[in-house]
């Protein structure tokens, strides 16, 4: 059974083997167009990240003053790699990815930045630029995919990984939201799907700024994919991990933050949701704080529907409104 330190340890082991150190400042904003919208407002801004590379985001800012809580929206993969913010916007794909607006009118400052390897970052052909709505229709091509992969492989045979690329890139994100107008820092979480989820998971497991963390559609095991031939995330590649550590990991790092897990019976992401949460379990449990974790678990395929997304975003408003965060303790 984990005590508080040894979560705080687990998570310094895990952050050691991915060589990783997030970054923790915001850095400066450069707004390239502002939009009125019922009940708010949509920001194009534009950041750089740490290594030099541009970073382009959708903020979405509540009307009306007050400080709020603020949610990082990352979105899915889905093979549409000129999709990114712009599905979080609900300008393009899945209207059940639409969760910038749907927090935004209900009170929560949004961002949601475009991953590496889409949108505006789809390799270097698409560096800096912003697709605007009609998008590009070549969802699904071999390029794309090839571009995607590239943000893997290339990173690999330096040393270095994808989801470590993603994780400071969020980080930075997490930084520039909390930095946001009548944004209450204590009062911050993540929200994501799919390949989003995957960032999800880990950012809230190493990064204790998170106060909570939605993670959708990303919930199976090294073990299950492994034994079933189940297809990894890109930015799950990640050499000898699956040796040392599991998922269920990142879930018991999260404590005594708040997670919400959620998953379906059709979606081979999530194939052993159930399994995963109850190893995860013990470290909220020791923490005094059993009710912290909770878990969704539905019929349905891998994508979104109603139900799921309005879980989601009820779940979000609510630990958005939550008087203060959580202190969580390092070392």
């Known amino acids: 059974m984990l005590r508080t330190r040894e979560t705080a340890r687990l998570r310094g082991r895990l952050a050691s083997f991915l060589g990783l150190s997030l970054p923790s400042e915001a850095p400066p904003v450069t707004v390239l167009e502002r939009l009125p919208k019922p009940g708010y407002t949509r920001s194009l801004i534009?950041?750089?990240g740490p290594d030099g590379d541009a970073i382009s985001a959708f903020l979405f800012e509540p009307i009306g003053g007050g400080q709020r809580g603020g949610v990082l929206a990352l979105h899915q993969h889905n093979s549409q790699w000129e999709l990114g913010k712009s599905e979080i916007a609900g300008l393009a794909g899945d209207r059940w990815q639409a969760f910038g607006p749907a927090l935004a009118r209900a009170g929560v400052t949004v961002l949601a930045p475009d991953l590496i390897g889409f949108e505006s970052r789809l390799g270097a052909a698409g560096a800096g630029t912003t697709l605007a709505p009609p998008l590009h229709k070549a969802y699904s091509t071999a390029?794309?995919?090839?571009?995607h992969y590239n943000?893997?492989?290339?990173?690999?045979v330096q040393g270095d990984l994808l989801i470590n690329k993603l994780l400071v890139d969020a980080a930075v994100g997490l930084s520039v939201l909390r930095r946001a107008t009548n944004v209450e820092p204590s009062r911050v979480g993540v929200v994501g799907h799919s390949h989003g989820g995957h960032v999800a998971l880990f950012l809230a497991g190493l990064d204790t700024r998170v106060s909570f963390a939605c993670v959708s559609g990303a919930t199976c095991s090294y073990r299950h994919k492994l034994a079933h031939g189940t297809g990894l995330d890109m930015a799950l590649v990640i050499p000898g991990f699956a040796r040392q550590f599991e998922l269920a990991d990142l879930i018991r790092c999260t404590a005594?933050?708040?997670?919400?897990?959620?998953?379906?019976?059709?979606?081979?992401?999530a194939s052993d949701a159930d399994d995963l949460v109850r190893d995860g379990a013990a470290a909220f449990v020791d923490a005094g704080c059993p009710s912290h974790l909770q878990h969704l678990r539905v019929r349905g395929p891998h994508a979104l529907d109603a139900g799921r997304f309005d879980a989601i975003v009820n779940w979000a408003l609510a630990e958005a409104a939550r008087p203060e965060g959580l202190l969580v303790e390092t070392d």
């Open 143 to 147: 390029d794309g995919w090839l571009q």
């Open 256 to 269: 005594p933050r708040r997670m919400f897990v959620v998953s379906s019976d059709g979606d081979p992401s």
């Open 46 to 48: 534009r950041y750089v």
């Open 151 to 156: 943000q893997m492989a290339h990173r690999l």
